[in-house]
């Protein structure tokens, strides 16, 4: 039985806006950010919040962080009610909001985090130690810049902090809002796997928001796609592709000795694989393209080169052809 | 056409900034009045005109007198702030760069971009006061002081602007927090005799005043404020060395800014 | 508890430091200022009257530098606050970001203290008049004290509002400059049933208090303004910390937006 950390049920929230209208006039604009939004996390999972801008990523994320208020719907962290019991659920997170803010600019990042955990409470040389081991796990200290001003911090920098200042009270549950929007690939990198290493070998939940797909795909086990303040499609990234295409494409690029014709070749083929099977004469060879179901793909794959290999032919270059989480983004949210 | 579209482009920033911000708009009708009035209201209820006069030394009108002073120093400051400070401004808000890469010299952006915006708004606090000066000297009185203002405000523009941009080639190479202008505006103001005439002060500060173009433009202004006294050969007389200033601190300015320019682009201050 | 009140008051000691050329540049720039201004209204007082209308107008800048620094350091930091992101760092700390904008009384306390010593020792270098000696000292730490209260519940019911809709720095700016204009005002020269209408007015007595305690006021009304002081402190505080909860209500309603200062 898998244990619940995230429990949203049918959250909406509305937004005021005003426009304006000539020089005294102004037209009052009802934005609907969350149209009824449920969800569950799980222990120990990275769950990915994906979605355009302006989708209600950051107003979830915000809610769930206790920082704003649902207009209706519920929903509780670890079993406390973010808006009944805002406090507790406080204890037990840890959030990053932006990479590139929320700190004192002319403090050091270690002092940063000093200030940050005595308001957790923490104090002496517990604070010290638990600072000390938060700034060598992001790298800070191994960088020289523990102890450099945050105004002189690269974005790399600031964004590795954010992250030290969330995991500074060792949470149970990490929300980050697209922690690694704008960084160099070499931090992007850092902090994917550490993340990924708290929540496979700490056991933490993580919930992130990204729009970066390839992001999404390495980190989450399982993701929301989100437009419009709507969850449009939520699975694991090996589900959500198969909404857009049940199908996978196989191309091999074969050699064929002279004793096997093309009809051969086609009969052999198709009689291990349901569906539609093209086999093209090509100058550097015979192009095969299977189209195939994905739970075929592996079996089916392997049959098909027994058999190549039995009638002498010689596999020059195979590559699957499946649709990418951009696909399912794209196709999920209208382009928009 | 160049320099055209540079003046179009500081101007239409301004109708945009506050069309925006109308509080704004109001606080700079309202910022001259409250400083004549809390600088009068408290003359008077520690001194007296007659005490003033005397220790002016020339038959003036305090109110006249501070009129000007108080235009002057608006105007002056802006100016300093605007044109000098712009450097620091455009820095803060991350548009430095793109100001910088404009296909002009930087001083140039810096100055005409501003002209606009100057003329307008000094032009309007001038006529702001126009009701107090026709209260003071009558219909004709009050209409010829006007004009004398509004001739210290262009003429005295000239060389300020300068000058100013002298300070804003300084401010792009150094540190942000170190803002010298907020210290350096009240000396100059202080120095060029803004609520306190230079004449009346010790040599070695009348010298000092003596080299700042605002000292000129306060008592060109203040001409006005003198009762019954010619005024025509003095006005001439200081128009003419501010035409010589203007050529100078602009000849100045425009040397200076290109090598700051360069040092910050070169240092990354940028 | 306390550890929090440690790293607000180690916060702000740390930034007072970091910026103090900052700083710096405040108070030599605020001092300057004020000398400007009054070397023009000295142009109209007799020089028999010197020492007595500088008296009277240092002590009033003086009580004006802590309303003004407090509005500005207090009020005004919220804007910046808000910017860098930190108000909702702080709620997720289970901590009111008011207790990081109340721990600024440190620096608005020691800037405005300095502006007032700087003043004196240019105003004494520049007249040759002794303007810093008093007559009741604790009379006039009473009356710092309620003047700081005042000053600091003014300046969070800035903040507060600053944080629920905006609020035009400028107009602030006119009101804390015009706030001299009505300290000035010597209390013997009102008509008598004015005087405690005046004295009613917020800051007004306690900087009565402070001009009878340096001589340069009767104290015909002293035990009045000491009991309207400390009513009027009471009573702002009391606005102050009722205007914070409502705001820390109105942030989880409707999320923190930038709105601050404009």
Same mark, same amino acid.
């Given at each position: ?88 659920? $406080?204890?037990? #997170? ?65 964004? $590795? ?27 992007? !990198?850092?902090? !994917?796997?550490?993340? #990924? ?20 795909? #390495?980190? =989450? ?65 015979? $192009?095969?393209?299977?189209?195939? !179901? ?18 002498? =032919?010689?596999?020059? $270059? ?19 | ?94 548009? *430095? ?154 000849? *100045? ?18 | ?110 800037? +405005? ?115 309207? +002081? ?33």
């Amino acid at each position: 039985m898998k244990e619940e950390v995230v429990a949203a049920e049918n959250l909406r929230k509305s937004y005021e806006t005003y426009l304006r209208r000539g020089l005294f006039n102004r037209e009052r604009k009802v934005v609907e950010a969350l149209k009824g939004v449920s969800f569950r996390i799980y222990r120990g999972e990275v769950f990915g919040l994906l979605g355009p801008n302006g989708a209600g990523k950051t107003t979830t994320v915000k809610i769930l962080s206790t920082l704003l208020l649902p207009d209706s719907g519920v929903a509780t962290v670890l079993g406390y009610d973010v808006v009944k019991e805002a406090v507790e659920v $406080r204890r037990r #997170i840890g959030v990053s909001l932006t990479v590139e803010k929320g700190f004192f600019w002319k403090l050091t990042g270690r002092e940063n985090l000093m200030y940050f955990g005595m308001l957790y409470g923490m104090d002496g040389a517990e604070l010290k130690q638990r600072v000390q081991k938060m700034l060598e796990l992001v790298g800070l200290e191994e960088l020289g810049s523990s102890d450099k001003l945050y105004e002189e911090y690269s974005l790399g920098m600031k964004a $590795r902090l954010s992250i030290a200042r969330a995991l500074l009270t060792d949470p149970e549950l990490l929300i980050l809002d697209e922690p690694t929007l704008g960084l160099d690939p070499p931090s992007a !990198r850092l902090l !994917r796997e550490l993340l #990924i290493k708290v929540a496979h070998q700490e056991g933490k939940t993580v919930l992130i928001t990204t729009h970066n797909m390839f992001e999404a795909e #390495i980190m =989450c086990d399982r993701l929301a796609i989100i437009n419009e303040g709507t969850i449009v499609a939520m699975d694991t990234v090996e589900g959500l592709k198969k909404l857009v295409s049940d199908e996978i494409t196989l191309e091999m690029l074969v050699v064929l000795p002279a004793r096997v014709s093309l009809k051969q070749l086609r009969e052999e083929i198709s009689e291990v694989v349901s569906s539609r099977v093209e086999v093209d004469p090509m100058e550097e060879g015979t $192009r095969i393209r299977v189209v195939m !179901r994905p739970l075929e793909k592996e079996q089916a794959t392997q049959e098909m080169l027994r058999r190549l290999h039995s009638m002498g =032919c010689s596999v020059r $270059r195979i590559e699957v052809k499946e649709p990418t989480l951009e696909d399912v983004f794209i196709e999920l949210t209208g382009g928009n | 056409m160049g320099l055209w579209t540079l003046l179009k482009s500081g101007l239409v920033l301004d109708i945009y900034f506050f069309k925006n911000n109308r509080a704004q708009l109001v606080s700079m009708f309202a910022w001259p009045y409250i400083l004549l009035a809390l600088m009068l209201g408290m003359g008077f209820l520690f001194g007296s005109a007659e005490t003033f006069k005397s220790n002016v030394g020339v038959e003036a009108d305090p109110v006249v007198f501070f009129v000007a002073s108080t235009l002057i120093a608006m105007a002056s400051l802006s100016v300093m702030w605007e044109v000098g400070g712009t450097v620091l401004y455009h820095r803060w808000i991350g548009t *430095l760069p793109y100001v910088l890469i404009a296909p002009y010299r930087t001083s140039i952006t810096l100055v005409m971009s501003y002209i606009p915006r100057y003329l307008l708004w000094s032009f309007m606090q001038l006529s702001e006061f126009v009701p107090v000066l026709i209260w003071r000297e009558g219909l004709v009185g009050g209409l010829a002081d006007t004009l004398v203002m509004g001739l210290a405000i262009v003429i005295g523009m000239l060389p300020l602007l300068g000058f100013a941009a002298i300070f804003g080639s300084f401010l792009l190479t150094i540190k942000e927090e170190t803002n010298v202008l907020s210290w350096l505006n009240p000396i100059i103001l202080i120095l060029s005799g803004a609520f306190y005439p230079a004449y009346l002060f010790p040599i070695w500060a009348r010298f000092l005043s003596m080299l700042l173009p605002t000292t000129y433009t306060f008592e060109l202004a203040r001409l006005s404020s003198l009762v019954g006294a010619p005024k025509l050969a003095e006005m001439t007389f200081l128009i003419a060395v501010l035409l010589g200033m203007s050529f100078l601190y602009n000849a *100045l300015s425009f040397t200076l800014m290109g090598k700051a320019e360069k040092r910050a682009l070169k240092s990354g201050a940028v | 508890m306390w550890v929090k009140v440690k790293a607000v008051i180690w916060l702000h000691t740390l930034r007072l430091w970091r910026y103090g050329m900052s700083f710096i540049n405040m108070i030599l720039s605020q001092v300057l200022w004020i000398l400007l201004f009054i070397m023009g209204v000295l142009l109209f007082v007799p020089p028999e009257h010197l020492t007595v209308a500088l008296r009277m107008a240092y002590w009033t800048i003086a009580a004006w530098s802590v309303i003004s620094s407090f509005s500005s350091l207090v009020g005004g930091w919220t804007s910046f606050f808000i910017l860098m992101g930190m108000v909702e760092e702080h709620l997720l700390r289970n901590t009111s970001p008011f207790t990081t904008i109340i721990g600024r009384v440190l620096t608005g306390t020691t800037v +405005s203290f300095a502006i007032m010593i700087a003043m004196g020792y240019a105003f004494s270098w520049i007249f040759g008049r002794v303007l810093m000696t008093v007559e009741r000292p604790p009379l006039i730490l009473m009356a710092f004290a309620l003047l700081i209260v005042e000053s600091l519940s003014y300046a969070l019911s800035i903040s507060a509002t600053s944080m629920r809709t905006s609020i035009s720095e400028q107009f602030l700016e006119i009101l804390n400059f015009g706030i001299i204009g009505l300290l000035i005002i010597p209390v013997s020269v009102l008509p008598e049933y004015a005087r405690l209408i005046y004295l009613a007015i917020p800051y007004v007595a306690p900087t009565y208090m402070i001009k009878v305690s340096v001589g340069g006021e009767s104290p015909i009304l002293m035990r009045e303004a000491a009991l309207i +002081s400390v009513i009027e402190s009471i009573l702002m505080a009391f606005i102050a910390l009722r205007l914070i909860r409502s705001v820390e209500e109105h942030i989880r309603r409707k999320g923190v937006r930038a709105v601050g200062f404009w």
